[in-house]
């Protein structure tokens, strides 16, 4: 039996611990610095997830085996390098890429390097910086619109910019270089806009081996139809209907096989999740981003469909003996349904008190912003809670989590009543 720390404080986590805390293999669960949620399955410990020093004396205070790390960011600063580095760390099991593997949602530039030196399907890019803003400017005269712009590194999933207009584009491209996303657009990526229906596609890896989880679409938008401004994603339904086995071959052998021997071939040992976020164009997948760990709110679906033990999964993937493992998944569609702050993704206030949380009976419940305040459990960000539930098909587990959203109230809790409408 091991100890696990879990790295990370949101929905993503919550539901990793969730599923850990049913193994068999478990013997204490902690998670840094966690929410209230996590709380009621192990013991939080105030580190934050860019705190090494904090992290190492979490690791070696508690006696942790294994650490699974949930954010990106902590990846993309070299948290499993500083473990490798450490000689009382270097033993310890960590599943999470090394920083130069992180690289892949790090830089949008070194990920699109990456699939085209590999011959993984993507839109055609040029990277910008002040340097070549001419040669940038030239290539968006090539395209038609909508014209994309992506920030080159970390910007909290908020450095995408989708526009019509090309004079536009090029004053947004102006103003990206110029620091609107802070570091993240000292370099820019223009993309060719892709029209279809996406999809996210989670793999668990030890550097050679890989398992494939279920798959899930999230949604992003922040109004029902898919309109309004992008958020961290406002709900997610596994399985995907489209995702069959047809495109599934397409992706494993398209997508999936060539970037884990991609790594090899580049000397990038990595081990982990690979999180891919796919696009069907007219049944042809192509990647739109590598991130390197799992999606949320899609982790708050996904992990009720994995039926094998999690902890046995996360083992293989730290020890690169992934190949030994059996991935078993429930048939069943699990969903997950956002409830977010007012105001959100703009502005919005912290510290509304939440109620009926004791009244949700056949769904679950993972906190994503919360702090107790005294007896009460309050809102502490902008998406505050996930309800998943299970169901036979996609609308039965929908209504179940909208039936258990009306139990729960806080002043402005607003969510999404439309998930699935596209499918």
């Known amino acids: 039996m091991i100890n696990i720390l879990i790295v990370g404080s949101g929905g993503r986590e919550h539901a990793m611990a969730w599923k850990i805390k049913q193994s068999p293999k478990l013997k204490q669960l902690f998670i840094a610095p966690g929410n209230v949620g996590t709380a009621l399955l192990g013991t939080n410990i105030p580190v934050g997830v860019s705190d090494f020093d904090g992290i190492k004396k979490a690791v070696t205070d508690n006696q942790i085996d294994l650490v699974l790390v949930g954010p990106e960011v902590p990846l993309c600063e070299g948290l499993?390098?500083?473990?490798?580095?450490?000689?009382?760390?270097?033993?310890?099991?960590?599943?999470?890429?090394?920083?130069?593997?992180?690289q892949l949602e790090g830089s949008k530039d070194f990920a699109k390097k990456?699939?085209?030196?590999?011959?993984?399907p993507?839109?055609?890019?040029?990277a910008v910086t002040s340097e070549?803003?001419?040669?940038?400017?030239?290539?968006?005269?090539?395209?038609t619109a909508p014209y994309v712009l992506k920030a080159d590194g970390l910007a909290a999933g908020k450095g995408v910019l989708i526009l019509n207009d090309l004079q536009e584009t090029e004053s947004s491209l102006k103003e990206m270089l110029g620091g609107q996303f802070g570091a993240a657009s000292r370099k820019v990526v223009i993309e060719e806009f892709l029209s279809g229906i996406?999809?996210?596609?989670?793999?668990?890896?030890?550097?050679?081996?890989?398992?494939?989880?279920?798959?899930?679409?999230?949604?992003?938008?922040?109004?029902?139809?898919?309109?309004?401004?992008n958020t961290g994603g406002m709900g997610a339904v596994s399985p995907v209907p489209f995702a069959d086995e047809v495109f599934m071959k397409k992706v494993e052998d398209r997508i999936i096989r060539p970037t884990v021997q991609g790594l090899i071939?580049?000397?990038?040992?990595?081990?982990?999740?690979?999180?891919?976020?796919?696009?069907s164009c007219k049944g042809e997948p192509m990647v739109i981003e590598y991130n390197v760990r799992m999606g949320d709110p899609e982790t708050e679906?996904?992990?009720?469909?994995?039926?094998?033990?999690?902890v046995d999964l996360l083992i293989g993937a730290a020890e690169g003996t992934l190949a030994d493992k059996t991935l078993e998944i429930d048939p069943r569609t699990a969903v997950a349904v956002?409830?977010?702050?007012?105001?959100?993704?703009?502005?919005?206030?912290?510290?509304?008190?939440?109620?009926?949380?004791?009244?949700v009976e056949t769904s679950l419940v993972f906190h994503a912003g919360t702090i107790q305040c005294g007896e009460d459990v309050c809102t502490d960000g902008g998406r505050v809670l996930t309800i998943s539930s299970y169901g036979n098909n996609m609308s039965e587990a929908l209504s179940c989590s909208y039936k258990n959203a009306q139990f729960i109230n806080f002043n402005g809790l607003y969510y999404r009543k439309d998930l699935g409408f596209d499918l």
């Open 80 to 102: 499993h390098d500083y473990f490798k580095a450490d000689p009382i760390l270097k033993h310890i099991l960590f599943v999470g890429p090394y920083k130069l593997g992180a």
């Open 114 to 120: 990456f699939m085209m030196r590999h011959q993984i």
């Open 122 to 126: 993507t839109a055609k890019y040029l």
């Open 132 to 143: 070549n803003l001419s040669e940038g400017v030239e290539f968006l005269k090539t395209m």
């Open 198 to 229: 996406e999809c996210s596609v989670f793999v668990l890896t030890d550097g050679s081996d890989y398992r494939i989880l279920p798959v899930a679409k999230d949604y992003k938008r922040i109004g029902e139809g898919d309109t309004g401004l």
């Open 265 to 279: 071939n580049d000397l990038i040992p990595y081990n982990g999740f690979i999180f891919l976020g796919l696009i």
């Open 301 to 310: 679906a996904v992990m009720l469909r994995i039926q094998s033990d999690f």
């Open 338 to 359: 956002m409830l977010v702050s007012g105001g959100y993704p703009g502005s919005y206030e912290k510290g509304k008190v939440i109620s009926g949380l004791e009244n």
